[in-house]
């Protein structure tokens, strides 16, 4: 037996296990390039058209094309698909500058603290340019009391409201503030989506508040148009939390976060997990920091070992990388919701998330109800989910 024993190979590790398509995906979402590794994985592609699904379900074409545009032995049709989604991307994130700047004056003139999140500007923070980052649509937080203002200012340049759509009863309102965190808008000129945050999280519990501006930093996205940004101790929890609360089904938000992090020596470490147990949210990063280490996308962080719950998240996280879409089957009905209840060990905050998972937005507008029997949702969520699916089977 000992003999035997000399000849044991090591266990493959989560990548190794992959498909040779899933782990170029995840090479080319390395920060610095790592080009070696880059080219050693292209090489040893074999299908191409699997690995294309794999840009698109983690919406990472900016970040492929930027990876392999320098590559031999690319096959011509994946090299022009890759160039025609990043040139596609560029253009869209022009129109989206257009808009921003066009805002940002009237934000400016109205003296209405605002935060640009995601999007361009943190593509421009994290790899130096500001279209690398695929950019679906606009995020803006603003404090709650600057709410109203702020709408008014969308609707001047022309935006027009998509979720809530119509007038809202002042109850609904309410419970959309309550339990949501932003409204969302179309801009038809150019089909941009625009979501108005009054905080950067359905559960108020795990929200920071006004405090994160205080200090905003402000990033360069263009020559003399600068936008407004979270600080980094603001902007980290945010790309966490909102990572951890889609299980991090994508390698977009993955290399966010791991590019982020390139920039902090083995000593800030420590000081990031005690930031993140001071805000709550000691968990989701946690489940942040194992996701990456399995993607080889980070170090190993030498961090104190994780409580079973953690190791639950970081199990789900991984399933949910490899699920054909985050939305279809069980994944999303079951192990998703479930794990947003363990994002944060606070009692309030698992308390509000019961709150926002039976409280349906859907169910509001669809079976409106007096304020004296809104405590009745949650009696209905289930009839009223099923109900739902059948009408959507029907339709599809």
Known sequence: MSGN???????????????????????????????????????????????????????IPGLAHRALKHVSGIPEEVRQAL????????????????????????????????????GIPLSQQLYGEPSLRQTRDIDLLVAPHDFEAAENILLQAGLR???????????????????RHHFSYVYPQHGITLELHWRLFDNSAIDPGPCVFQELDRVEVSRGISLPVL????????????????????LKWLSDVAALLTDYSANDRKHLLQQARDQGVEPAFRQAIAV???????????????????RWLISVALHGLLEEEPDRGYFQARHLMLSRFTLSPRRSYRLQELRVQLFSVDDWEMFPL???????????????????????????
Not at 231 to 250: D, K, T
């Open 231 to 250: 600080r980094r101790e603001y902007l980290l929890s945010h790309l966490i939390v909102h990572g951890a609360s889609h299980a991090w089904c994508r």
């Open 5 to 59: 024993k000399g000849h044991l190979q090591p266990k493959a590790t989560f990548l190794q296990q992959q498909t040779a398509a899933f782990q170029l995906a995840v090479a080319c979402c390395t920060w610095p390039l790592d080009m070696p590794l880059i080219e050693q994985t292209a090489d040893a592609q074999t299908d191409w058209f699997e690995f294309l699904a794999m840009v698109k379900r983690h919406r």
């Open 370 to 396: 007096p304020r004296w029997l809104t405590f009745t949702y949650p009696l209905l969520r289930a009839p009223l989910w099923l109900i739902r699916r059948s009408l959507y089977a029907l339709r599809g």
């Open 83 to 118: 160039s025609s989604k990043a040139h596609t991307s560029i253009l869209g994130n022009l129109r989206c500058i257009a808009l921003l700047s066009q805002l940002d004056t009237q934000f400016k003139s109205r003296g209405i603290p605002y935060a640009v999140l995601k």
């Open 161 to 179: 409201r998509k979720e809530p759509e119509g007038e809202l009863t002042p109850q609904l309102r309410r419970l959309w503030f309550d339990l």
């Open 292 to 310: 990456c280490e399995s993607l080889e996308l980070l170090p190993f962080y030498d961090l104190p070992p994780a409580p079973a719950s953690v």
